[in-house]
């Protein structure tokens, strides 16, 4: 039985067949002023509002409201049901 040996990626050489020509670098690695593309432009301006629609503070407290007597109402049969307040059988 053969064993079959994977070569080192590391030592794979340079994909890139252009080494030596690489544009707007210097020799250092470094890159000209002017190389670079410019900034990214910003497009706040372009976006369009979004209105403010939460829901009032009425609503909100209505449906917290709510939960609370569901909750309530489940621990209270909860309980009713543990202390034997309910003959349910």
């Known amino acids: 039985m053969s064993e079959r040996k994977n070569p080192d990626p590391s030592n794979a050489g340079n994909p890139d067949p252009e080494n030596m020509n690489l544009t707007g670098l210097e020799p250092g690695g470094g890159v ?7 900034g990214e432009a910003s497009t706040t301006w372009q976006q369009p ?7 009032s503070k009425t609503v909100t ?6 939960l609370a007597v ?8 909860i309980v009713g049901n543990i202390v034997g307040l309910f003959n349910l059988t």
């Open 61 to 66: 407290g209505l449906w917290i409201g709510v």
């Open 49 to 55: 509002t979004v209105e403010n629609k939460t829901q």
């Open 32 to 38: 000209p002023p002017g190389e670079t593309p410019p």
């Open 70 to 77: 569901v909750v309530l109402l489940v621990l209270l049969f």
